[in-house]
Nanobody, 122 residues
Framework: HVQLVESGGGLVQPGGSLRLTCTASGRTYSSYCMGWFRQALGKEREGVAAIKTGGGSTDYADSVKGRFAISQDNAKKTVFLEMNSLKSEDTAEYYC????????????????WGQGTQVTVS
């Protein structure tokens, strides 16, 4: 059973920055792909960023390119989302996701989800 625990959400002013952290536990081997999705009130869930944990290749939503950066610490089974130049439209619940097989990207299905952390830009 995989557990994904997120932290780092909060309230920030427009133009500010936040760093989200997600740590995976429950499996002895590392994930193949980790990422972040978000869901704002009244809107559909959308993929934000994903990273192939072995090779480091990344995938970003167009809405966050140039502002957000996903990175990893494989030894700690941890993935980070650095969010800069935050906008009000970035307000959402952010979920950490993981999968343990190929492929990796925002358009694949993730079977493991965290509980979410709220990010409010206001």
């Amino acid at each position: 059973h995989v557990q994904l625990v997120e932290s780092g959400g909060g309230l920030v002013q427009p133009g500010g920055s936040l760093r989200l952290t997600c740590t995976a536990s429950g499996r002895t081997y590392s994930s193949y792909c980790m990422g972040w999705f978000r869901q704002a009130l009244g809107k559909e869930r959308e993929g934000v960023a994903a990273i192939k944990t072995g090779g480091g290749s990344t995938d970003y939503a167009d809405s966050v390119k140039g502002r957000f950066a996903i990175s990893q610490d494989n030894a700690k089974k941890t993935v980070f989302l650095e969010m800069n130049s935050l906008k009000s439209e970035d307000t959402a619940e952010y979920y950490c996701v993981a999968r343990y097989s190929a492929p990796c990207g925002l358009r694949v299905a993730f079977g493991n989800w965290g509980q979410g952390t709220q990010v409010t830009v206001s």
